[in-house]
């Protein structure tokens, strides 16, 4: 409201009053003195009464008092009422005061009304007046060099009529602090005036009947956008070299246009191309505080929305206060522009829905169901191609982004299939099969360098029903910060045989990740992100012979840098290691624990495997230390049988397989019977246990009755063996033998009892 009063259209009657009364006080007051409001005359009114209404009714408050000191503002059927007052060099930093409605209008039905304080755009105080809450005291900091000050009525007349609002004991004051008011610039969106709009927008300034937030409060500044059916509108500020940086308001429907089917809403913010804010709003959506920076460079900012029409109309979308602001510094954004602002060519079913778009049928409808405020629509009922190119020459992108769905309207029953293809420069950058069953794609594509051409393809396959449409909702072109290139020297790639491939990139900073791809674009690894200056990718196999590899980089959250070629050279097959020696290996096929197989004849760092007679590997042993390696296997089997053993030596490959005899398990030794086991129990010298009747060469071992191992003969020269022990005790006892035949196991034990002393 600096640039201008907030109802220009009555600049006559402010002239008039300048000229007459040179903007001052009617009554002497000097800055430093209160100053009672009703002392003075408004430079700019409509429906403005002071100290009564009209010639001969007195003011009088809610309860029915005479007051003094007052104005009064009321109009006879809907509209504003308001007062204006010029401070300017005045040095007030406090107002105070009491608004009321008049006891008059108070029984029955006098509609609403609204009262607001504005010093010069910024809304000071607003406070909406009822029958039961008729009246409330103010007291406000003013902000330091006000030009103006506003005093507004909004009201919507009842069956009675309206109410009459009075500013009671209303009084300037040189007292308190000054609102501190960090801006530098502070103006209302309808004082810096809409440069472009749709036909159905509208503000406060030109509206007679006003508007109101989902709540069903008025409002006393704001903009608003009122059609009767479905389609976009939009409000375009120029503000260029303004030095705005920020951008704030309140956001609602319209109480009066949301009881029954009034279709759907979105709404977006936007700073030139650059989408800073967008929301679907329902009947049950609250009033929505907005607060959006505003990029540095910004030529203009936009408000747009699009509308679904239902069987009622559509929702009228209401601004509240709407103010750009000076303060703090300005955000930087990418450079950011439209598919729409850029030359290109399209087929005839091609349709665009720029921010400036008022058509319906140019309003996109995701899968899922929601909106979006700009778009690019493929749609033509029947089978074939749908393009859109673009000359992008004169650009300065590397990146494309967009929201890509099929048309949620289109989606039941049979409407076929759609492939989407998108070129940069001819070369294939995306392509997707779309079904109804597509969600939303978030699409992020890296540009190459020296973009020349874009150019978006739809091959649709439509079905009983027509096509399946396409949509991109809010799709831009952007300059990103890019990852630098890598160079050839900075990689090295390993093409090995018969194991992964390496490729090893050299020369970055930490957090940097790789990416490698085949000449086609395939991704073949992602590397995770480096801890030093160096990254190494695995990958399957590249292949036998010599071929290229494309590998970028990826810092931080910058863009993917373009794709460097790196050759490689075909795989070379390494020498193969020597064989085993059978000789060299000892298998021992053990009963009941685990079998071992040792291989001797190795050097440092040779590693031995051990296989089946099938091939099937067993066992796979650490690298030796010196020249032998010890293998575990659980089990060979009880029989006799042949393992298979390798070796396979540094940088070599596996040798062939040795084959290894080996004997089956042994077995168990016949177990003893009692009378073959004889115990002295000696007083005084050892005792003496003897067993007959075995065989040559067996021996014999003796146990307590614990199991504990009390001593083992020799092998018996014939066929008796006697085992001597120190003693077993005075008394009465047990002794458990068993026998071990040569290449057997030991027999279980039996029992044998002895004699006491």
């Not at 401070?87 to 409605?101: A, D, M």
């Not at 920020?246 to 709404?267: C, M, P």
């Not at 720029?354 to 405020?373: D, F, M």
């Not at 298998?587 to 089946?612: P, Q």
Request: hydrophobic residues 35%; charged residues 20%.
């Amino acid at each position: 409201m600096k640039k201008e009063l907030k109802y220009g259209f009555f600049s006559f009657l402010l002239i008039v009053t300048i000229v007459l009364y040179g903007g001052s006080f009617l009554q002497t007051a000097s800055a430093s003195s209160d100053t009672f409001l009703s002392s003075l005359d408004p430079v700019d009114s409509r429906d403005f009464y002071a100290s009564k209404w009209g010639s001969s009714t007195p003011f009088s408050d809610s309860s029915g008092k005479s007051v003094s000191n007052s104005i009064g503002l009321s109009r006879e059927y809907t509209g504003a009422a308001y007062a204006t007052y010029k401070l300017e060099n005045k040095s007030f930093k406090t107002f105070q005061g009491k608004i009321t409605l008049d006891s008059k209008w108070l029984k029955g039905d006098y509609g609403k009304t609204t009262v607001a304080f504005y010093a010069d755009d910024r809304l000071l105080y607003e406070k909406a007046l009822t029958n039961t809450n008729p009246s409330a005291n103010l007291k406000v900091a003013l902000p330091k060099n006000i030009e103006y000050f506003y005093i507004f009525v909004r009201q919507q007349a009842g069956s009675k009529g309206t109410h009459g609002a009075i500013v009671q004991e209303g009084k300037f004051l040189t007292s308190g602090s000054y609102l501190n008011t960090p801006e530098t610039a502070y103006d209302s969106a309808l004082t810096v005036k809409a440069t472009g709009t749709s036909y159905y927008y509208a503000d406060t300034l030109n509206s007679s009947t006003g508007f109101k937030d989902i709540k069903g409060n008025l409002i006393t500044d704001g903009i608003a956008f009122s059609r009767s059916s479905g389609g976009g509108d939009y409000a375009a500020f120029d503000i260029k070299d303004a030095g705005y940086t920020q951008f704030e308001t309140k956001l609602s429907l319209d109480a009066d246009y949301v009881k029954g089917n009034y279709g759907r809403t979105i709404v977006g913010i936007y700073a030139d191309d650059y989408l800073l804010y967008e929301k679907e709003l329902t009947s049950q959506t609250d009033v929505q505080t907005v607060k959006t920076n505003i990029p540095k460079g910004t030529t203009q900012l936009t408000l747009v929305t699009r509308q679904l029409g239902g069987s009622k109309g559509v929702h009228r979308v209401v601004f509240i206060n709407p103010v750009f602001k000076a303060v703090g510094t300005p955000v930087t954004v990418p450079y950011t522009i439209s598919p729409m602002t850029v030359t290109g060519d399209s087929s005839y079913y091609f349709k665009e829905g720029s921010l400036y778009s008022t058509s319906e049928s140019t309003i996109p409808q995701y899968s899922n169901g929601s909106l979006a405020t700009t778009s690019m629509i493929f749609e033509q009922d029947h089978s074939g191609q749908i393009y859109a190119s673009y000359n992008m020459s004169d650009t300065d992108v590397n990146f494309f982004k967009a929201k890509l769905s099929v048309d949620g309207r289109y989606i039941n029953g049979d409407y076929g299939t759609s492939v989407i293809t998108i070129y940069a420069n001819n070369q294939i950058i995306y392509s997707n099969t779309l079904t109804k069953k597509t969600g939303v794609i978030d699409l992020n594509l890296k540009l190459p360098s020296n973009l020349n051409t874009f150019e978006i393809v739809t091959d649709q396959k439509a079905g009983s029903k027509g096509d399946l449409r396409v949509t991109l909702g809010n799709p831009v072109f952007q300059k990103m910060p890019a990852s630098a290139n890598l160079t050839a020297k900075q990689i090295s790639v390993v093409n090995n045989y018969n194991k992964a491939d390496t490729i090893t990139v050299k020369l970055l900073a930490k957090g940097d990740k790789v990416k490698v791809y085949n000449t086609k674009g395939q991704l073949l690894a992602t590397s995770a992100a480096s801890a030093k200056d160096s990254v190494t990718v695995s990958i399957n196999q590249l292949g036998t012979g010599k071929g290229t590899v494309l590998v970028s980089r990826i810092t931080g959250s910058k863009l993917e840098s373009d794709k460097t070629s790196a050759a490689y050279g075909a795989e070379v097959k390494p020498a193969v290691s020597s064989a085993v020696a059978a000789k060299n290996v000892t298998v021992v096929n053990n009963r009941g624990k685990d079998d071992v197989i040792t291989v001797k004849g190795l050097i440092k760092n040779d590693i031995a495997k051990i296989y089946d007679s099938k091939g099937k590997l067993l066992a796979t042993s650490k690298p030796a230390v010196k020249d032998s390696v010890v293998m575990y296997v659980k089990q060979l089997g009880t029989a006799k049988g042949t393992v298979l053993v390798s070796r396979t030596s540094t940088n070599k490959l596996e040798s062939s397989k040795t084959s290894v005899n080996y004997a089956a398990e042994p077995s168990v030794s016949t177990k003893l019977v009692s009378s073959q086991v004889k115990v002295v129990n000696n007083r005084n010298k050892n005792d003496i246990v003897t067993v007959n009747k075995l065989a040559k060469g067996e021996k014999v071992k003796v146990y307590n009755a614990k199991g504990q191992l009390l001593a083992t003969s020799g092998e018996a020269a014939k066929d008796t063996v006697t085992v001597s022990i120190k003693q077993l005790g005075s008394g009465k006892g047990t002794v458990l033998v068993s026998r071990i035949s040569p290449s057997k196991l030991e027999s279980d034990k039996i029992s044998v009892n002895y004699n006491a002393e």
